[in-house]
């Protein structure tokens, strides 16, 4: 049997330094936050709480998020906030069912999109500005012409789909499925089943995609984050030290760090390449739901539950710093699609 001294080790030194981890908390919300979001061009951050209200904050020039506003429609807990790779749009999807793409240049031009029978697990925009993609626990994957709906496209699959992630190259989808199995499929819906990953010892809850290698990851019920190959599908490694189930997790911009977030509220703070921990951040809130990195990997933001306190989003220094996927990685073809996405008009 191995020794857990190491690993307890290691958590106790971490520890040390969570204090000079945290930065600000926020307390515009009224309720639990669920679910947060840094914009990629580094303007904003938005949270999204259980009453359905979102807050939108922009970020100042000591890189503090300052509340802007809020934004309202939603009936349900939002549980999906993903900005556009230019920052204009907002995508939120909620347990109402509902999709929503809010314009934050012209908030006349928000849209709604009531496309699933069951709640929405995954929404964002594809890079090209041309399709809303979104999964949900209807089984169904859908790909939503924004300027011919007559164009979109659907993908029909045998279970309730709980989490979902799109290869680099965008020709693969990476679907959690209900017994929280990993299935690799094409975006194009032609091949449902191209692979099956195996090496997560217990329920997958959440996966993400490395921008710069194409790594995949996933947090399960088993209190680690597994790092796969995703094109062999093998087992690269396990990352250890979590007391409880692993929530969320969340790839740094340049690929070389992780986050995920924990049951207790914990967030561990990965290199990927040695698999040890760097920091813990756990000095407020439990049940960690979500997490995000700003722009240039300083900071993380995290949304956990807060019983008898002011609700708000938590703001951690992470003593580190992170660049863009380079060129050749998931930067290329997003840099490609970006030209005529200027003519591209979400209406």
């Avoid at 807990?77 to 204009?88: P, R, V």
Wanted: hydrophobic fraction near 40%; proline fraction near 3%; charge should be positive.
């Amino acid at each position: 049997m191995k020794s857990i001294f190491p690993i307890v080790l290691m958590l106790f030194l971490v520890a040390k330094t969570n204090a000079q981890n945290f930065r600000m908390k926020l307390t515009e919300h009224v309720f639990n936050v669920e679910t947060v979001s840094f914009s990629p061009d580094g303007k904003y951050l938005a949270s999204g709480s259980t009453d359905g209200v979102i807050n939108l904050y922009t970020i100042d020039s000591s890189q503090n998020p300052v509340f802007s506003k809020a934004l309202t429609g939603h009936l349900g807990t939002i549980t999906i906030l993903n900005f556009s790779k230019n920052g204009k749009y907002l995508v939120s999807a909620s347990k109402d069912y509902s999709t929503r793409i809010w314009n934050l240049d012209t908030p006349a031009n928000n849209r709604v999109f009531n496309l699933h029978l069951e709640p929405v697990s995954a929404a964002f925009l594809d890079p090209s500005y041309k399709y809303l993609i979104t999964a949900s626990e209807d089984a169904t994957i859908k790909l939503t012409n924004l300027n011919n709906p007559k164009a979109s496209k659907k993908i029909k699959m045998d279970q309730a789909i709980l989490d979902l992630t799109v290869s680099i190259d965008r020709k693969y989808f990476y679907v959690v499925l209900a017994n929280r199995t990993i299935k690799k499929i094409e975006s194009a819906g032609r091949n449902i089943e191209i692979s099956t990953f195996a090496g997560a010892a217990d329920n997958i809850n959440s996966i993400d995609i490395a921008p710069s290698n194409g790594i995949l990851a996933c947090g399960s019920n088993d209190k680690t984050i597994t790092l796969w190959d995703a094109n062999s599908c093998k087992v690269l490694k396990k990352l250890e030290g979590f007391e409880w189930k692993v929530t969320c997790i969340k790839f740094s911009s340049d690929s070389k760090y992780i986050i995920g977030s924990c049951n207790n509220g914990e967030i561990l703070l990965f290199d990927v390449e040695t698999g040890k921990i760097i920091s813990s951040f756990k000095e407020i809130g439990k049940n960690a739901r979500s997490v995000s990195w700003n722009k240039d990997g300083s900071q993380i933001a995290v949304a956990s539950y807060q019983e008898g306190e002011i609700f708000g989003a938590i703001i951690y220094n992470t003593g580190v710093l992170t660049s863009p996927a380079p060129k050749g990685g998931a930067a290329k073809p997003e840099t490609q699609k970006a030209k005529p996405a200027k003519k591209q008009t979400i209406k």
